[in-house]
């Protein structure tokens, strides 16, 4: 059928004169526009609303009066990588929750693979029914202080920019650059406005003149807002301000208080990283929209944050309400306190009903991106500080938050200088270890918060450049968890005198598994249960707060494989604190 005759027929559906394909009978539904609910029957014709109010016939007709329809939901910013799982088993979890498209950024895997990670997950994504609107990693590395596995120059990123599978750059961390008027960088930029393009903004703690300039160069988004002021800053200078509530950054009920009826369409909803265990305890968006509702905020606004305004910002202009020549992406909930979803329909499809999905499990092939983890010169020696001075810099852990704090802390030393763990005191060794191209790089530092009481801790997942990062009370476990991680090519594992207690492989880039999201989910309830039992509290999370200490576009201090470092001052910094 040619799309006239597509056309030809969604108006006669919607005009009552032929039967839809389906219809929703007689239902209440969202409507993101007028800030209402109404009531009626929703129509559809080959994958499109035609068509709402009726009476409508149609082929096929659910009775969906016992529930509530709305558009399918947006997370506006999310890392696939993540959930641990590969686009495939990311779709089959998040979709019965009423996900119907994510914006997605890759550069994890980019960060390790190059452009083939971008061209896996588009190829992985296409065998599922959610959209997942893939951006193009903007800073790989994120800065040029550490080593990743690749490097995208702003020459790399021209054409992929022009393709009509790449719907932006994604954020854009490195803000000093921007800001300093680096040539390099702006051409990113440059590429994404020549390709029509937007581009999503990382721009923590900045602002005043500096924010100005940032948001200056085009930048259009930002979701690393930590106070109501700083997103209420970033709403009247233009910007799209993204409520975050993921597995380690719960920012969205500390920022829920700038949302106004005035401010309300410049907010959208993301979870930015999610893994298994979170989906399976809370799910996905609707979790978002519960908080937002418990917060005062009406099922209406709270819903247009996660649907019309996504769909504005990024230029889905086929989908994000319930109208007429609108994409059928429909959630039905059973009720706008608890948001629990019945039913999720993509394209006028029915995709999951009462949280089972309805397609058949297709894998992508990921010879192309299968991890090899290179690790060079190691021993449990390597870990050893050579400190001068007792007094020494810490990585302090804020719950809740991936953002950290520069500590000071006096520390036990033995006679060579090394750091000797004390249990009355919560701070544990961590080292960074570069694992792309076995130059035997490690970085070492002092993590205050982690809860950590025994062995270590270490994954392959260490933002945004991914090397190993472990933790750990004593050297010897530390080697030996590394160890593990190159046996298994990347995952995560936790080992304690010297024995390996608990291991998950990760053989897709050292980021995710071939396993079903079910099976991960599964596999982290073991993982984080030894972490309970070692001493790590509810409030950190085990795996995803370690995964952001090596992150160093985040304020206040981190630990790259290079050494420790002053992300305010942009700077490494001594571990002495003398």
Sequence with gaps: MSYVEKLQKRISVGRGEIPGDWVLKNCRFVNVYTQTICRGDIVGADGYIAGIGGPYEGKKEWDAGAYIAAPGLIDSHIHVESSYTSPEEFARMVVPYGTTAVVADPHEIVNVCGLAGLQYMQQASRLTPLHIAWMLPSCVPATPFDHSGAGLTAADMERPLRQHNVSGLGEFMNFPGVLAGNKDVLQKLAQAFDSGKPVDGHSPGLQGADLQAYIGAGIQTDHECHTAAEAQERVAAGMYVLLRYGSACHDLPRLIQAVTPATLRRFLLCSDDLHPRTIRERGHLNESLRLCVAAGL??????????????????????????????????????????????????????????????????????????????????????????????????????????????????????????????QEDIVKVAVVERHRGTGHMGLGLLRGYGLKKGAVAVSIAHDSHNIIVAGTNNTDMDTAVRALIKSRGGMTAVCDGQVVCTIPLPIAGLMSDHSGDWVAARMEEFYAVGREWGIPDTVDMVMTLCFMSLPVIPEIKLMDTGLFDVEKFRFLSLEAE
Excluded at 364 to 386: I, M
């Design 298 to 423: 009406s099922p209406e606004a709270a819903l247009t944050m996660a649907t019309l305004n996504a769909a504005e910002c990024y230029g889905f202009h086929d989908r994000g309400a319930l109208a007429p020549g609108k994409r059928a992406d429909i959630v039905l909930f059973d009720d706008l306190a608890n948001f629990h979803v019945a039913k999720t329909l993509i394209g006028g499809e029915e995709a999951a009903v009462n949280g089972a999905c309805l397609w058949p499990v297709i894998r992508q092939p990921y010879t192309e991106v299968s991890s090899s983890v290179q690790v060079g010169d190691l021993s449990p020696e390597r870990f050893a500080l050579q400190v001068k001075s007792s007094l020494v810099h810490t990585i302090d852990i804020q719950p809740g938050s991936v953002v950290t704090r520069k500590g000071r802390a006096t520390i036990q030393r033995d006679g060579q200088g090394d750091f000797i763990y004390n249990p």
